[in-house]
């Protein structure tokens, strides 16, 4: 069984192979109406279940318009509206579900849930963001980079910010894709050290710098998140944004990094906030393109999953 549930989960041979088969996808489809079938149709026949536990734009459309594509149909599910948000386990709502479905995809809070599902389903589980990670984000983010700026192997990628759910897969994948990856955001925020650890262990540089300005030189790539995520509490909110501040990401950190660094954000962004204006909508950001590289990255991931 093929689950994809963590970048540090899948092997960096596959992981390779998904990001090289997405944007092989990716050219056949180029200046085709969205709805077109893709010419190979492996997902004929199957149906996706989409749960989401918390709110969504990108993956839901994404997973959905992919699903389409590849000739297969989706069952989009909010948690409130199972069983599962009424007490029904997720043991059982995973057996259920396989016996109706081929694929499931979940956003959820605790990762345990995630993990729980996954024990139980008898077809493949994907993790659509829970709160300690977001895979399939980075499987984006990889694609984008490597399509702008080369091969992302050697690169120095900056997290900028929270040390979040987004920021852990990045640190995964600087391990598992062989990067060097620098965070730079307040102590009280930094990333689990045991993403860091493992990520070390395989080799790559991973450093914690709290001068952002410091921490940007050499920069190939500059990444930030919201200051606030779903799972936060509204009640941090001041906290947090006053500790993030000197941690946003303007025209002058983006000035400080390499003259052909590239700006990236999961969106959807807080304008103003973590990010200016400027930087949204300058040369070096390519967020719309990461945006639309999700649909891309998750088509392989689905095949991948299902060994098609
Ligand atoms: N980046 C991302 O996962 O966006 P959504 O929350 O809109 O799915
Ligand atoms: N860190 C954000 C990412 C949203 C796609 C959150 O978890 O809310």
Known sequence: MRHFLDINKTDPADLRQMIDHAREMKQTRAGLPKGTPDPEQPLKNH?????FEKPSTRTRVSFDVGVRQMGGETIVLTG???QLGHGESIADTARVLSRYVDLIMIRTFDETSLIELAEHATVPVINGLTDRTHPCQIMAD???????????AGAKVVWAGDGNNVAASMIQAAGQFGFDLTFTGPGQLDPEAVFIEEARAKGSKIEIVRDPEEA?????LIVTDTWVSMHDKVSTRERRHNLLRPYQVNERLMGAAKSDAVFMHCLPAHRGEEVTDAVMDGPQSVIFDEAENRLHAQKAVMRWCLGM
């Open 47 to 51: 149906i996706v279940a989409l749960i």
């Open 80 to 82: 409130s509206e199972m």
């Open 142 to 152: 990889v694609l984008t980079f490597e399509e702008r700026h080369g091969p992302i």
């Open 216 to 220: 940007v030189k050499g920069a190939d």
